[in-house]
Every structure is written in C-alpha cells, then in structure tokens.
C-alpha cells in the first residue's frame, strides 16, 4: 500500500482497508504537511485492488481534506468490484435532506384544523363500528372468546371495587364535613342527607367512579390494544378472520356497559356511609334519620340520570381507550405515549360530559 503524488495526481496503492488505514491516515499527514497536496485535482485508485468500508471512509476523509483546496476533485481508474464497494459505503454523494421551513401561525392552525377532523371522524367511525358489533354480539357470539365477557367484567369491575370504595368514603366523608359545618351554624344539619345523596347520587358518584375507571380501566385498553398493534397481533386476527373489534373490543364494551352501574351504586353507598359518621357523630342525628331523608329526597329522575350517565361514560372511556390503541405508531415509546393520551383525553372528556349533563338535567 502506497500513497504518491505525480502531476498533480495523487496515485494510491495496495490494499484499503482496516488493517492498513492507520499507516495510511500517518503517511497523508506527512504528505500534507509538506504541502505537496496543494495542487491535487484528480485521485487515481486504479492501483486499489481491495477495500473495505474502513478504506471507503479513508478516502471520503481524503475528499473533504483536499476537495476545499482543489474546488473540483475527481476520483478515476477504480476497478468495478472497488467502484462497488465505494458506491455502497461512501458518504460523498449521500443527498443532504433540508429542514424544514417553519409553519407560519396559519399554517400551523390550518394543518391542526385538519388533523382535529380526521381524528373526529375516524373517532366517530370507531364509535359506530363498536356500537355495531357490539348490538351484534348480545344475538351472536360468533368472533368472540368464550366467557371473555365475564373475565373482562372481573378486571374492569371486581378488581376496581377496593379503590372506588376508599375514594368513594373519603369524598363522601369530606363533602359531609365540610357541608356539615356550615349547615350545623344555622340549625340544619339534618339537610345532611338530603345534600349529600343528591349530590352523589347525580354528579359526584358517577363522575369519580368514571375518573377512576378512565384511569385505571381505560388505561388498561388502550395499553393492551397498543401492544396488540405494536407487536402484529391485531393483523394476526385478520388472517385469521376475525374482527379486531369484535375480539378484542366488543368484550370491554359489554362488561364495562354492565359493571358501571354497579360501580356507581357501590360508590354512592359508601359514601354516604361516610356522611352518615358526619351526621351521627357531629350533628347528633340518627341513623334512622339521616337514611329516611336520603331515599325521600330521590326521585326515580335521579337514579335514571346517575345510571344513564354512568354507561354513557363507560361507552366514552372503552371508545377512546380503543382508538387511542388502533392508532398507536412505534414500539414501546408509543404504547406509552397512546396509554397516557388515551387516560387524560378519557377523564377530559368524562368531565366535559358530566357538565353537559348538569346542564341539561338540572
């Protein structure tokens, strides 16, 4: 392996590759520091008769040092089997990919405008396709698990009850402390009862056993459904023929549909076992008391709403927990931004329709 200047011409010979690169890095130096290489135009490798992507890099490294000076540096006399290797591992001719012009402030509102449309109408077109084959399934079970309805009942409702129950108490317990207070100024701690199962049996019970299903449940389902896209399971079913939604979604769909209600019913309970201890304790009334007022004061209105909206919300969380999993991109990173999208996107909008809902049911 050599390395010569003749006419301008820088002549290289031998063998390029990673054993020999190192001397030939220590032979250009010297070369360059005697000022030799200052007219150099033209690079002969007809004398290469072996090189690797180590000699490759040697020689676009060789490029940028004496291309600058030279203004035009050709390369020339390469047999084919080098030319190969040099077209397969050079850098020179790679095309130099441009940033991107920033959007201007309409630009970006106009791109954000479509993007908020199509996310709508692929929503609202999930929505139909699992109201579909959900309405499908209570007559066929045909694309579903046996007994997967019930299993995912246990996750999504048993194994929810702990947490629902000891928010539930807390909540209840501080609503009556507070109201309680006020109440006991004025004479009227007996409206206890009234205040609170008013207030739980409407908004407060079906709003936080929704908050707390969309996080603990809904994450769940979007995770799970994510990870089934990441990994190709949901293409696997298509081969397969059988409906992604149908297997994996409707199931959700049904149980979620079924244990909300009992959620609810649950969470109203023991809340109202915490403000009772209010009651009882703080405003001396009796238990027989502060259970009749809270059945009097609810009307068959009430309940209805409390039940309608639970399911309503149900619907929202497993919806957007699905679709925030069907459109999961990329390997674990995904999974993890889908599953956090999907909870905050499925609380915002449990709370948007609550308030819909007081606005309509007042």
């Known amino acids: 392996m050599s390395i010569s200047i003749n006419n301008n011409v820088l002549t290289l010979e031998g063998e390029f590759t990673k054993e020999s690169v190192p001397a030939l890095e220590a032979e250009l130096s010297k070369l360059n520091k005697s000022a030799s290489t200052a007219g150099i135009s033209m690079i002969d490798l007809g004398g290469i008769h072996r090189i690797d992507s180590a000699g490759v890099s040697f020689l676009d490294g060789i490029h940028q040092r004496l291309g600058e000076k030279a203004g035009i540096l050709l390369f020339k006399g390469a047999r084919a089997d080098v030319q190969a290797v040099i077209d397969t591992?050079?850098?020179?001719?790679?095309?130099?990919?441009?940033?991107?012009?920033?959007?201007?402030?309409?630009?970006?509102?106009?791109d954000?405008?479509?993007?908020?449309?199509q996310a709508i109408v692929e929503g609202l077109t999930l929505a139909s396709e699992i109201m579909y084959y959900s309405a499908v399934g209570i007559l066929s079970r045909k694309g579903q698990r046996k007994g997967s309805t019930i299993q995912q009942a246990a996750l999504l409702g048993s194994q929810a009850l702990p947490i629902v129950a000891l928010l539930s108490f807390i909540i209840g317990f501080i609503l009556?402390?507070?109201?309680?207070?006020?109440?006991?100024?004025?004479?009227?701690?007996?409206?206890?009862?009234?205040?609170?199962?008013?207030?739980?049996?409407?908004?407060?019970?079906?709003?936080?056993?929704?908050?707390?299903?969309?996080?603990?449940?809904?994450?769940?389902?979007?995770?799970?459904?994510?990870?089934?896209?990441?990994?190709?399971?949901l293409d696997a079913l298509r081969m397969m023929a059988l409906h992604p939604i149908r297997f994996v979604v409707v199931p959700k769909f049904h149980a979620i549909t079924f244990v909300m209600p009992l959620l609810v019913m649950f969470s109203i309970l023991v809340a109202e076992l915490g403000g009772a201890m209010i009651a009882v304790l703080m405003l001396d009334t009796s238990v027989e008391t502060f259970v009749s007022r809270s059945i009097e004061i609810l009307s068959l209105k009430d309940i209805i709403i409390s039940f309608g909206k639970s399911i309503w919300f149900a619907w929202v969380i497993v919806v957007i927990g699905s679709y925030y999993g069907f459109q999961v991109?990329?390997?674990?990173?995904?999974?993890?931004?889908?599953?956090?999208?999907?909870?905050?996107?499925?609380?915002?909008?449990?709370?948007?329709?609550?308030?819909?809902?007081?606005?309509?049911?007042?």
Do not use: C, H, W
Request: glycine share 10%; hydrophobic share 50%; aromatic share 8%.
């Open 176 to 233: 009556s402390l507070q109201s309680g207070v006020q109440l006991k100024n004025f004479g009227a701690g007996v409206f206890l009862a009234d205040l609170l199962a008013i207030t739980m049996v409407r908004e407060m019970g079906p709003l936080i056993t929704s908050i707390i299903v969309a996080g603990r449940s809904g994450s769940a389902i979007a995770s799970e459904i994510a990870t089934m896209q990441v990994t190709e399971e």
């Open 329 to 362: 991109k990329g390997g674990a990173e995904g999974v993890g931004k889908a599953t956090t999208a999907a909870v905050v996107s499925s609380i915002f909008a449990v709370i948007l329709f609550d308030a819909v809902f007081s606005l309509l049911y007042l």
């Open 89 to 110: 591992f050079s850098t020179i001719n790679l095309p130099v990919i441009e940033a991107q012009r920033e959007m201007g402030f309409f630009e970006k509102l106009g």
């Open 112 to 117: 954000d405008t479509i993007k908020a449309y």
